[in-house]
């Protein structure tokens, strides 16, 4: 079992750059794949970007790849987004999500833990 909790959210203009953070509870967090989904308003949940378990290997949608970077520390139990060069189309909530599949997926559905999300704002 995994708690998630983001952070970090906000407002921020076009061009600038926002950092989120997705700590974790529970065991073995080295051993889950994590990664990063968005919904925007009247949209559907999106893959945004995943990591390994490693961090050896990262995966990103065609529409961030480039502006943002995911990253993960095990020791401190944290998975990381840093979104650069941000766009009014960035503007979503953000969630944080794990699998202990050991496959990672660009379908929300086959991620077990999710948190609450966190509002990210993007003005034009």
């Known amino acids: 079992q995994v708690q998630l909790v983001e952070s970090g959210g906000g407002l921020v203009q076009a061009g600038g750059s926002l950092a989120l953070s997705c700590a974790a509870s529970?065991?073995?967090?080295?051993?889950?794949?994590m990664a990063w989904f968005r919904r925007a308003p009247g949209k559907e949940r999106e893959f945004v970007a995943a990591?390994?378990?490693?961090?050896?290997?990262?995966y990103y949608a065609d529409s961030v790849k480039g502006r943002f970077t995911v990253s993960r520390d095990n020791a401190e139990n944290t998975v990381y987004l840093q979104m650069n060069s941000l766009k009014p189309e960035d503007t979503a909530v953000y969630y944080c999500?794990?699998?202990?599949?050991?496959?990672?997926?660009?379908?929300?559905?086959?991620?077990?833990?999710w948190g609450q999300g966190t509002q990210v704002t993007v003005s034009s």
């Open positions: 999500a794990a699998n202990d599949r050991g496959v990672v997926a660009t379908s929300g559905n086959l991620y077990d833990y």
């Open positions: 529970g065991r073995a967090f080295g051993t889950y794949i």
């Open positions: 990591i390994t378990w490693s961090g050896s290997s990262t």
